[in-house]
T-cell receptor
Framework: SQQGEEDPQALSIQEGENATMNCSYK?????LQWYRQNSGRGLVHLIL?????REKHSGRLRVTLDTSKKSSSLLITASRAADTASYFC???????????FGPGTSLSVIP | GAVVSQHPSWVICKSGTSVKIECRSL??????MFWYRQFPKQSLMLMAT?????????EQGVEKDKFLINHASLTLSTLTVTSAHPEDSSFYIC???????????????FGDGTRLSIL
């Protein structure tokens, strides 16, 4: 399997706090993507980071990528109750390749 | 932005019947679409890559005769679960990339999924 693990599996925080989720993978990649899934729904793309990039920002989201450690992190700052969802990292070996998902982190933001 | 529509969103049927799920790219053409399966509280597992005008590429362990994929046009891929049984009950999700968004490294756009329940 190309994908490794995500931790934590579940995270519960208070509104306003920051949430950090980590993702590890096993093989070389072309890019790594983070997605969000609300319960029973499809996935929403959050951010894509290429293998030659180390950090990327989008609004309250900050993603880092360490290819030497084969790991990535997603930071959500100033969390809101609406951020409650499952978050998945996903990797592709090439720019056009299929995307393989990690096990995900279930985030609960308590108002 | 690119939209992927999936239909139906929910289906309940008796064991032994076949169920067809449609995945459409509404505002772009997709030569490749992907089908995933997701069990409760688990991640998405890639089942197959649907290729327009050619045979689908199935992942290891996925029965191609059980899960029939047809990608007859640039905007439509269908997944048919044949002779469905209770163990096929799951959440099925399709996705596609919009090639007009530039070269590689495009995100995938997901449908809202189909919840299949086999009685």
């Amino acid at each position: 399997s190309q994908q490794g693990e995500e931790d934590p599996q579940a995270l519960s925080i208070q509104e306003g706090e920051n949430a950090t989720m980590n993702c590890s993978y096993k093989t070389s990649i072309n890019n790594l993507q983070w997605y969000r899934q609300n319960s029973g729904r499809g996935l929403v793309h959050l951010i894509l980071i290429r293998s030659n990039e180390r950090e990327k920002h989008s609004g309250r989201l900050r993603v880092t990528l360490d290819t030497s450690k084969k790991s990535s992190s997603l930071l959500i700052t100033a969390s809101r109750a609406a951020d409650t969802a499952s978050y998945f990292c996903a990797t592709s070996k090439t720019s056009y390749d299929k995307v393989i998902f990690g096990p995900g982190t279930s985030l609960s933001v308590i108002p | 932005g690119a939209v992927v529509s999936q239909h139906p969103s929910w289906v309940i049927c008796k064991s032994g019947t076949s169920v067809k799920i449609e995945c459409r790219s509404l505002d772009f053409q997709a030569t490749t679409m992907f089908w995933y399966r997701q069990f409760p509280k688990q991640s998405l597992m890639l089942m197959a890559t649907s290729n327009e005008g050619s045979k689908a590429t199935y992942e290891q362990g996925v029965e191609k005769d059980k899960f029939l994929i047809n990608h007859a046009s640039l905007t439509l891929s269908t997944l048919t679960v044949t002779s469905a049984h209770p163990e096929d009950s799951s959440f099925y999700i399709c996705s596609a990339r919009d090639p007009s968004q530039g070269g590689g490294n495009q995100p995938q756009h997901f449908g809202d999924g189909t919840r299949l329940s086999i009685l």
